[in-house]
């Protein structure tokens, strides 16, 4: 099994936005990762970042709230997978940073997604406490959708398990793939968030994004990687190391 780390942009936005306690009036420039995990019979792309088309107006394409983020790309996932060689696709969440380009993906490959994520998409109040974009999953309507209720064997073998990780969002997940590794994303934007529980200063549930952060706090004391959502400082693009 490979895991390779993609970079699918970057945000930059005032720091105290996903780091609470820092100086409002910092700024916060950090990556956002894609990840391709292939075996022998599957290439499953875990989010898909941003769409090349909110790079240059954020505000243009999803409103006035997005005046906030500065957007950068220098490819997009298109422009580094093959997508057509895709077998799944796993969205840890809806955030436009890890959905933005699902509507670039082929419609035949099936999406795995939490159920209550899903349900939360389709909710209007859901939609604007969490600052989802509509636009950013509206492709996935018409295609097959995988929806799954807490942990889950992908693959059937325990090689690949989504891990319910809620608050960040109602049906945030992250993956476990091997034994050694889990891919956190938005659990904790930074390494330390899983000690500090420095949050964004947005969730769906704080209190759940404690417990999240705190089960896969466990697992790393435990000997498991876990690599943070945006920690510009821990993300680097290349293969990822994983032991089965």
């Known amino acids: 099994m490979k895991v390779e780390q ?45 769409h090349p088309d909110a790079i240059a107006d954020p505000a243009s394409f999803y409103g006035p709230a997005a005046a906030m983020f500065g957007l950068e790309q220098e490819q997009s996932i298109v422009e580094q997978v093959d997508v057509g060689t895709l077998t799944r696709i796993v969205l840890t969440h809806l955030h436009f940073d890890h959905s933005g380009a699902l509507a670039l993906l082929p419609a035949s490959v099936p999406i795995v997604i939490q159920r209550r994520e899903w349900e939360a998409a389709q909710d209007d109040a859901a939609v604007s406490r969490n600052f989802f974009y509509p636009r950013d999953y509206a492709a996935a309507q018409d295609r097959e959708l995988v929806l799954i209720d807490g942990d889950h064997d992908l693959l059937g073998d325990g090689s690949v398990e989504l891990l319910l990780t809620p608050g960040h ?16 994303a938005d659990v904790g934007h930074f390494a330390i968030t899983l000690d500090d529980h420095r949050f964004p200063s947005f969730a769906d549930d704080f209190a759940a994004q404690g417990r999240s952060a705190e ?29 089965l």
């Open 6 to 50: 993609l970079n699918v942009g970057w945000i930059s936005s005032p720091a105290a936005v996903y780091r609470q306690g820092e100086d409002p009036s910092a700024r916060i420039r950090f990556p956002i990762p894609a990840y391709l995990i292939e075996t022998d019979d599957e290439r499953i792309l875990i989010d898909a970042g941003l």
């Open 169 to 184: 969002t109602p049906g945030h997940q992250s993956v476990r793939v091997g034994e050694e590794l889990i891919i956190g």
């Open 215 to 243: 089960r896969l706090r466990a697992l790393r004391e435990h000997g498991t990687r876990v690599l943070p959502g945006h920690d510009p400082d821990v993300l680097r693009p290349g293969p990822v190391a994983v032991s």
